[in-house]
């Protein structure tokens, strides 16, 4: 391969003297076509350093452009790309390979040194703080990936298999130095050592990154700001980190938002997260998991979908129609102590005692419900959030609020509020609330569910919620079935019939999951890429998988055998049914929070004038 570099000419290294620059060795600084000697000046080079062309200017802030060059600078080892502009630095740029059209300015030191990782390779001990290792970083994961590395950390032939796999990947994505890319801007930072950033990426006055990688492209770059330490983190598209935030064996996946000393070690962030004020140790956040406030410690658990409050923030956990940020326990929550909630949003059951939000694992099997302590009393309303101003809200909010560029979008994240997974519980809990009336009779005044109590009146609504979820699930999933195939078929496979999971943000059957990890284990997946495409390839299936799991379960809920026209113009009956006793009861919600004096008459209007057009999707 011929080299694009040539040798100084003589009269270029006068110029070069002249400008206050120096050199240990002139034969070992070569430039590209287009280099002009007068736009570097008081710069000292050690090494072998390689200079592209400057024969363009950039915009170094709105309006403001400066012709590219190198300015007071010392480097060492050092490819500088086309049309940069690399000034002021203090004390040294060395063994770095900076793109085209960067803008250096005022930063300290770059330096590439031996052993440097990138941030990659690295085992993270994700929702056990004090425990060994379970998430391998690199630049790739996505939180199908990493649930997959903590859930199946146990399992040795499975755990030494994946690791191969990120080993293998790492070593062959390692560059042999710091690499900057083209377009990055890097100012006012005091250290970048041993850290690659990627194109269209923005370094503003952060402390120090060391071991690092920043991935980005044009439409979705990485912005690191004002106070920012970053240690053995990758941060990927879309995303940003600012304001003094301190970030240590860390993963920041894509168009996440990490903002105003926000603290965190050992924990990874999905899709979306926003994270700000507070700390997270050993927490795995999935996608659209927020923390907002300074009282807020995420350690140990497992999110998504999910708002933190804070120990003091009451009316957050309240939120229905107001403008105020949402906090309650949403898709999925795994504690420290190993209570296990992962649901679609507002399913898990809580309860606020002294300001905390409190989990009930015994609840599970209730999901939808609320818990409300009076004295040393908990009352359970089951299923009570599905009739909500705050579930209506968030179920069109979530997928409006993906910020991930389409190219960049490493987390499957799937956002039907009813699906196998949810609504499996949805029949578990209703078959509970009917074996508890059918055990103590109507006429008794409460309900014993394992230490909660249930009012009759809370039985019989949540019987009455769980239902309406059921026949809109039945009949919204006939109807995508007769837009998909033109008729209702039968489904294609059995696959998806049995038990469903979600894995952070995938919902897929168990059977495929655990064919997953069969497969890794047996070798017949062996690259980390092919564990990606797999997932993308369940994904696309998603529907027929659904269709198959839904057959049965229609079947089951109307004791048919098959699902004939008749049977379908019964189920889209009963959904169109409990679909408007659904807009009903959040009518009912909306209007009682305007009552209580909480929102403007307007905000009701506008919220009342949205329901009025759900009926438009009946038909759809």
């Known amino acids: 391969m011929i080299s694009r570099y040539r040798a100084l000419t003589e009269s270029e290294i006068d110029v070069l003297e002249a400008n206050g620059c120096r050199?240990?060795?002139?034969?070992?600084?070569?430039?590209?076509?287009?280099?002009?000697?007068?736009?570097?000046?008081?710069?000292?080079?050690?090494?072998?350093?390689?200079?592209?062309?400057?024969?363009?200017?950039?915009?170094?802030?709105?309006?403001?452009?400066?012709?590219?060059?190198?300015?007071?600078?010392?480097?060492?080892?050092?490819?500088?790309?086309?049309?940069?502009?690399?000034?002021?630095?203090?004390?040294?740029?060395?063994?770095?390979?900076?793109?085209?059209?960067?803008?250096?300015?005022?930063?300290?030191?770059?330096?590439?040194?031996?052993?440097?990782?990138?941030?990659?390779?690295?085992?993270?001990?994700?929702?056990?703080?004090?425990?060994?290792?379970?998430?391998?970083?690199?630049?790739?994961?996505?939180?199908?990936?990493?649930?997959?590395?903590?859930k199946y950390a146990s399992d040795k032939p499975f755990r030494d298999a994946i690791r191969r796999m990120v080993h293998e990947e790492v070593r062959r994505t390692r560059c042999d130095r710091g690499t900057i890319g083209n377009r990055v801007k890097i100012v006012n930072t005091r250290e970048v050592t041993n850290t690659v950033v990627a194109?269209?990426?923005?370094?503003?006055?952060?402390?120090?990154?060391?071991?690092?990688?920043?991935?980005?492209?044009?439409?979705?770059?990485?912005?690191?700001?004002?106070?920012?330490?970053?240690?053995?983190?990758?941060?990927?598209?879309?995303?940003?980190?600012?304001n003094s935030v301190k970030l240590q064996d860390c993963f920041v996946g894509?168009?996440?938002?990490?903002?105003?000393?926000?603290?965190?070690?050992?924990?990874?962030?999905?899709?979306?997260?926003?994270?700000?004020?507070?700390?997270?140790?050993?927490?795995?956040?999935?996608?659209?998991?927020?923390?907002?406030?300074?009282?807020?410690?995420?350690?140990?658990?497992?999110?998504?979908?999910?708002?933190?409050?804070?120990?003091?923030?009451?009316?957050?956990?309240?939120?229905?129609?107001?403008?105020?940020?949402?906090g309650i326990l949403e898709r999925g929550t795994k504690t420290a102590s190993g209570a296990y909630v992962l649901m679609p949003a507002h399913i898990g059951t809580f309860s606020v005692c002294f300001g905390k939000l409190m989990y009930h694992p015994d609840t599970r099997c209730l999901p939808f419900s609320y818990l409300i302590a009076y004295g040393d009393?908990?009352?359970?309303?089951?299923?009570?959030?599905?009739t909500t101003v705050g579930l209506?809200?968030?179920?069109?909010?979530?997928?409006?609020?993906?910020?991930?560029?389409?190219?960049?979008?490493?987390?499957?994240?799937?956002?039907?509020?009813?699906?196998?997974?949810?609504?499996?519980?949805?029949?578990?809990?209703?078959?509970?609330?009917?074996?508890?009336?059918?055990?103590?009779?109507?006429?008794?005044?409460?309900?014993?569910?394992?230490?909660?109590?249930?009012?009759?009146?809370?039985?019989?609504?949540?019987?009455?919620?769980?239902d309406i979820a059921l026949r809109i699930y039945m009949g919204a999933v006939l109807k995508r079935v007769r837009k998909r195939y033109g008729a209702i078929d039968l489904p294609p496979s059995q696959v998806g019939e049995g038990e469903w999971a979600d894995l952070a943000g995938m919902l897929l059957p168990v059977s495929e999951e655990q064919r997953v990890v069969a497969q890794i284990k047996d070798g017949t997946i062996d690259s980390v890429q092919d564990v990606t495409a797999e997932f993308g390839r369940i994904h696309s299936q998603y529907r027929d998988y659904q269709w198959a799991w839904t057959y049965r379960m229609i079947c089951d809920y109307y004791h048919i055998s098959d699902i004939g026209e008749q049977e379908a113009a019964r189920i889209h009956a009963d959904y169109v049914e409990a679909r408007r006793a659904w807009i009903a009861e959040i009518r009912k919600d909306a209007v009682k929070e305007y009552e209580m004096g909480d929102v403007e008459r307007e905000v009701l209007d506008n919220f009342l004038s949205q329901l009025d057009r759900e009926k438009e999707f009946e038909e759809e």
């Not at 590209?32 to 350093?49: I, N, Q, S």
């Open 23 to 150: 050199a240990e060795d002139w034969a070992t600084v070569t430039v590209a076509e287009g280099f002009d000697a007068r736009r570097v000046l008081r710069t000292d080079f050690y090494g072998t350093v390689e200079i592209g062309a400057m024969t363009e200017s950039l915009e170094v802030s709105k309006g403001f452009v400066k012709h590219s060059g190198i300015v007071n600078a010392t480097l060492r080892n050092v490819r500088v790309g086309d049309n940069c502009l690399v000034e002021s630095v203090g004390n040294y740029i060395n063994n770095y390979t900076i793109g085209d059209g960067c803008h250096i300015s005022n930063v300290c030191t770059m330096e590439t040194t031996e052993g440097a990782t990138y941030g990659e390779g690295n085992v993270i001990a994700v929702l056990n703080e004090v425990g060994e290792g379970n998430v391998m970083l690199y630049g790739g994961l996505g939180s199908q990936m990493a649930a997959l590395m903590v």
């Open 199 to 242: 194109d269209d990426c923005e370094i503003d006055g952060a402390a120090r990154l060391s071991d690092c990688t920043l991935l980005g492209s044009r439409l979705s770059g990485v912005y690191i700001g004002t106070g920012v330490i970053c240690e053995n983190t990758i941060v990927s598209d879309g995303s940003s980190v600012i």
């Open 254 to 326: 894509e168009a996440c938002q990490i903002a105003n000393g926000f603290t965190a070690s050992q924990s990874v962030f999905f899709a979306n997260c926003y994270m700000s004020n507070g700390e997270a140790c050993a927490a795995f956040c999935g996608p659209f998991s927020a923390s907002h406030h300074k009282s807020s410690l995420l350690i140990g658990g497992q999110f998504s979908f999910y708002n933190a409050g804070s120990a003091t923030n009451f009316s957050n956990h309240a939120y229905k129609m107001g403008p105020m940020h949402y």
């Open 377 to 386: 009393i908990m009352y359970l309303s089951p299923g009570r959030n599905i």
């Open 392 to 466: 209506y809200r968030d179920i069109r909010k979530w997928p409006k609020r993906d910020m991930r560029p389409v190219e960049a979008q490493r987390s499957i994240v799937n956002f039907d509020w009813l699906s196998p997974f949810s609504v499996g519980e949805i029949m578990q809990g209703k078959q509970i609330l009917e074996r508890l009336r059918e055990a103590s009779g109507d006429k008794v005044s409460t309900y014993n569910f394992h230490e909660y109590v249930i009012n009759a009146s809370s039985l019989r609504k949540g019987i009455k919620y769980y």
